[in-house]
Structures are given as C-alpha cells and as structure tokens.
C-alpha cells in the first residue's frame, strides 16, 4: 500500500447522475493531484492542490470540480458527465518543499459514463 | 511544458533477458528525472529518480542512466523476470516554480515471457 487510499474503485453512472470521488493521504504530505487516464495516453494532470490552496486547473470542464477540506482529504465531484468521461481517475500526494517531487498515487477510480 | 516520448509502446522479451526502456524529452533540462511502474488497473508506484548530475543510479535489478546532452534517459531490468511485466512510466518535473508538478510519458508495455 501507498498510503493513498481512493473510494469507490469502480463507478458506473448516467449522464445525468451526481457522485464524488473520495481520496485520502496518510503521508502527511501538502499536495495532492487528480489525474484522468484514458486507454493509450498519458497521465492528464487536471487539479493541484498545495497548502490546500488550488494551483492548477488544466482547463478541465466544468462538470468535474474538486474539494480539497484538509491537506489529506481531496474530492472531485462529477455531474452530467459524457461517455469519453470514462476513465481511470488517480489521486496522488507529495511533499512539495523537498524538491524532489515523488508522488505517491492511489490505486484509483475507474469510472465508466453511460 | 515537457514533451516526453517513451521509445515503444510495447516490448517483449525473454525471462532472464536485459530489458531496456527508453525516454527521450524536448524543451529544457529538468533537474531529475523519474520512473514509475503500472500495473494494469493501479495507479503508478515510484521507482526511481535520478538527478542531473548523476550519470546513473542503481537500485537492485534496476538501473537508470541520464544522459542530458542527448535528453535522454535509459531504464534497464536485469535478469528479467514474468513479474516484471508492466507499463514503465518516465516523469518530469515542470520547469520553474511549478516543478512539483510532473509531466508523464505514455509509458511503455513491458511482457516478460517465461
């Protein structure tokens, strides 16, 4: 284990439903991440947070939007998703003042829009 | 931002073989360079970093070069071994003051055949 942990491990959701993703770090880091990854692509970066303050929106759509309470808990709250929404949606922590950014990822979400 | 290309997207080989992954980036130097492993439906686990000024960097069957006049970095798996079968991931950090933030490759397939 990573020290990550992702809840649900698989959603399947309408169009028109409303859920949130749960991710929770017990590393005691101050960063977490929200990536999408799609079959034959690379990791997409969508929400940062450091300090708990948002530093990155990837011009993500609207329909996904994140909530970051504390330093070890980060949310992404989904509504009227599209099908090529269907992805594996990771979370990842680091400590950003050692300068040398590992991360530590979730085993993640794999969600699938119908 | 990096532009990163990962030398195939699959490589097969044979138990107790040398594997050999390639990452190559454009744009400008980063200050280390990262390899992950993915196994299918988990999120990516740290293996390795490597800095600028290291020419190599070993860590039991593993070995990373990094070679920054060509951009280039080298991953190599010894006496390969069917559990090391996976997609092996190479991240950059973001130039500047962003440089927790990484940028992946699209990974490459490695299958080790008994």
Redesign the interface.
């Known amino acids: 284990e990573?020290g990550?942990t992702q809840t649900p491990r698989h959603l399947v959701m309408g169009m028109t439903n409303k859920k949130s993703l749960k991710c929770e770090q017990h590393l005691g880091h101050n960063?977490m991440?929200w990536y999408k990854q799609s079959a034959?692509?690379?990791?997409e970066?969508m929400f940062?947070y450091?300090f708990k303050e948002q530093?990155?929106n990837n011009s993500v759509p609207s329909r996904f939007s994140p909530e970051c309470p504390n330093s070890s808990h980060l949310f992404l709250h989904l509504h009227t998703l599209q099908p090529e929404d269907s992805a594996?949606y990771?979370?990842?922590s680091?400590q950003?003042d050692r300068?040398?950014?590992?991360?530590?990822?979730?085993?993640?979400t794999?969600l699938l829009v119908l | 931002s990096q532009k990163i290309e990962q030398n195939s997207e699959a490589l097969n080989i044979q138990e107790g073989k040398t594997a050999t992954l390639t990452c190559n980036y454009t744009n400008y130097s980063p200050a280390y360079l990262q390899w992950y492993r993915q196994d299918p439906g988990r999120g990516p686990v740290f293996l390795l970093l490597i800095r600028e000024n290291e020419k190599e960097k070993r860590k039991e069957r593993l070995k990373v070069t990094f070679d920054t006049t060509l951009k280039q970095s080298l991953f190599h798996i010894t006496a390969s071994q069917p559990a090391d079968s996976a997609t092996y991931l190479c991240a950059l950090p973001n130039s500047g003051g962003s440089n927790y933030k990484l940028t992946f490759g699209k990974g490459t397939l490695l299958t080790v055949n008994p």
Request: with cysteine.
């Open positions: 990573t990550v960063a991440y034959k692509k690379p990791l970066l940062v450091n530093t990155e594996l990771l979370c990842a680091s950003v300068g040398e950014e590992t991360q530590y990822f979730g085993p993640g794999r």
